[in-house]
């Protein structure tokens, strides 16, 4: 089991949380975003801050854990804070007193989270800025996410924004930035934060992935086809790529391409040394798992992968077994969508 998952056992699993993995608010780096840290960097060392922070971007590109590094510094008095520092552990268990977290509501009674955030939750801010900051002076609100207030709650937030306290930082994360009032949008700076690029976007996984103790990678997949009676030709971690004999199986590449095409699992035939077949037809598939990687599918996953794969070809010919793997297929992707280990890894 992950560290995450160990610490999830405990605590239900937070809103738009990838299970087995770390929370923003527990991840130090950020990448991608180094131009966004610059600019709120910069207004913070110019004595010019604004008291309150709109981050927009798409689901799953980091907005949260930008937000966190934002209160860690602030907090942290201008400095980049590490793991190993107190006011990191503060933020990361929410302890900090200077620190306040405002998002849905957690049901006991349904053990489910609220599908808004209620004016109840946006009213601790009474409580909390009406006591005096101790430690760095500052005191910081994160909402997580502004778009999930229901109308009660964005009043009550407004009147906040309206008349903040002194040494009082806002940030406000939200995917859609249409769904909050005007008013709100006003009274806050916008920082619009990018989408990341792949080469960002494979470190964040990868971070994710070691950080938390995961593995998904080719050497698992490979393993998982070996047990159901495939031939690797070759495969490793290195490369996140396998090249499978389909022999075993009485099966071309082109033809186990086309089937797995069918079902939405993407694959490329490919020759093998001493292919008996053409360059057309081939002997062989090529498999990749940066893909899989990139949604966030660990070591279950990646046996779950080389199950439907064997259905698949197994059962090729058979339009109900084949349908039955399609469902499968989009569930399993459903559940893991592309930007999901970003929204985790990058926040």
Not at 186 to 195: I, N
Not at 240 to 268: E, F, M, Y
Request: with cysteine; aromatic share 4%; charged share 25%.
């Amino acid at each position: 089991m992950s560290a995450a998952a160990e610490r999830q056992r405990a605590a239900p699993l937070e809103p738009d949380r990838l299970e087995g993995f770390s929370p923003p608010r527990e991840v130090e780096r950020v990448f991608g975003h180094d131009a966004a840290i610059d600019e709120f960097e910069d207004a913070l060392r110019s004595g010019r801050m604004h008291h309150a922070w709109l981050l927009v971007g798409p689901e799953g590109i980091g907005k949260a854990t930008l937000a966190y590094r934002f209160a860690r510094t602030v907090l942290g008095q201008g400095d980049r804070v590490g793991e190993a520092e107190a006011v990191f552990r503060k933020v990361a268990a929410l302890s900090h007193p200077n620190l306040l977290l405002l998002h849905r509501a957690y049901n006991e009674k349904t053990k489910r989270y609220g599908q808004w955030i209620g004016v109840d939750e946006v009213r601790r801010l009474r409580a909390f800025l009406g006591n005096t900051a101790g430690e760095s002076g500052w005191r910081v609100v994160i909402v997580d996410r502004a778009d999930e207030l229901n109308t009660n709650a964005a009043n009550a937030l407004l009147k906040a924004l309206e008349e903040p306290p002194a040494r009082t930082l806002f940030l406000l994360i939200c995917g859609a930035e249409g769904r909050l009032p005007v008013t709100i949008r006003s009274r806050t700076r916008t920082l619009r934060v990018s989408t990341l690029d792949e080469g960002n976007l494979e470190k964040a996984v990868r971070a994710a992935l070691a950080r938390d103790g995961l593995e998904a990678d080719a050497k698992t997949l490979g393993t998982a086809l070996a047990e159901r009676g495939f031939t690797l030709v070759s495969g490793g971690t290195d490369c996140h790529l396998l090249l499978v004999d389909l022999r075993s199986k009485g099966i071309t590449g082109k033809v186990a391409q086309q089937v797995l095409d069918g079902v939405g699992i993407h694959t490329n035939k490919n020759t093998i040394p001493g292919d008996p077949e053409s360059p057309f037809v081939t002997s062989g598939m090529r498999l990749g798992t940066a893909a899989l990687t990139t949604r966030g599918m660990a070591e279950p996953e990646m046996r779950r992968v080389a199950e439907l794969i064997d259905t698949a070809i197994t059962g090729r010919g058979n339009d109900e077994a084949l349908r039955r793997v399609r469902d499968d297929v989009h569930e399993l992707t459903a559940n893991y969508p592309l930007t999901a280990l970003a929204m985790s890894a990058a926040g």
